[in-house]
């Protein structure tokens, strides 16, 4: 199975609209990563949460992870349509030494003007 | 700016044939990777180069092989395209230390017929 899961696979939201993406890891990580892709570009870093309990805002986007280090969630309030793109969360699992992330499927998110 | 530059940005093969993709960095990076995205599967790693001078294995290697030609360069090699490796390659770097904060390249498109 699986070791990092996103929900939903996909989300059509309406402009001006709250959402909420989210990433579970079956074991405990060392740290969570967010990542966006444009569509038929690369992917762009956007926040590395490391910390139980963690919490990091940029602009309308914040990122939280769980006091277990097993679960995050992207939040986006009111979404625009900049936002639309894949989102995708990489979990780190070794820690110090670590060279290799596993990435979840992703995302998918539009949203109408 | 230019980051990570990746060449050919799409190409087509015929099964049997091989090609070279190449990845440039110019942000003095000391680790440098190679993923693949397939529809479904979600963001895998080939190869990774923790340093100039060495490589390793990622989740998938098999029928593809790399070089680390300098401090700045990785390409990725397929001797004998087959179907199965129809994919976007993504090349990526960051610094030592820094697994989950990737810069990525905008993706190479190879169909293999």
């Known amino acids: 199975s699986q070791e990092l899961e996103q929900s939903p696979q996909s989300l059509i939201v309406q402009e001006g609209k709250n959402l909420t993406i989210n990433c579970t890891s079956s074991k405990t990580l060392y740290g969570l990563y967010w990542y966006k892709q444009k569509y038929g570009e690369g992917l762009i870093f956007l926040m590395m949460?490391?910390?139980?309990?963690e919490e990091k805002s940029h602009e309308k986007i914040t990122a939280k992870l769980d006091e277990k280090k097993q679960q995050s969630s992207l939040h986006i309030t009111a979404s625009q349509p900049s936002h639309a793109g894949i989102y995708l969360c990489g979990a780190d699992y070794s820690g110090a030494g670590s060279y290799q992330l596993t990435f979840g499927k992703g995302t998918k998110l539009s949203v109408i003007p | 700016n230019a980051g990570v530059t990746q060449t050919p940005k799409f190409q087509v093969l015929k099964t049997g044939q091989s090609m070279t993709l190449q990845c440039a960095q110019d942000m003095n990076h000391n680790s440098m990777y190679w993923y693949r995205q397939d529809p479904g599967m979600g963001l895998r790693l080939i190869y990774y180069s923790a340093s100039e001078g060495t490589t390793d294995k990622g989740e998938v290697p098999n029928g593809y092989n790399v070089s680390r030609l300098n401090k700045r360069e990785f390409s990725l090699r397929l001797e004998s395209a087959a179907p199965s490796q129809t994919s976007v390659y993504f090349c990526?770097?960051?610094?030592?230390?820094?697994?989950?904060?990737?810069?990525f390249g905008e993706g190479s498109r190879l169909t293999v017929l």
């Open positions: 949460l490391q910390k139980g309990g």
């Open positions: 990526a770097s960051t610094w030592t230390g820094r697994v989950g904060e990737l810069f």
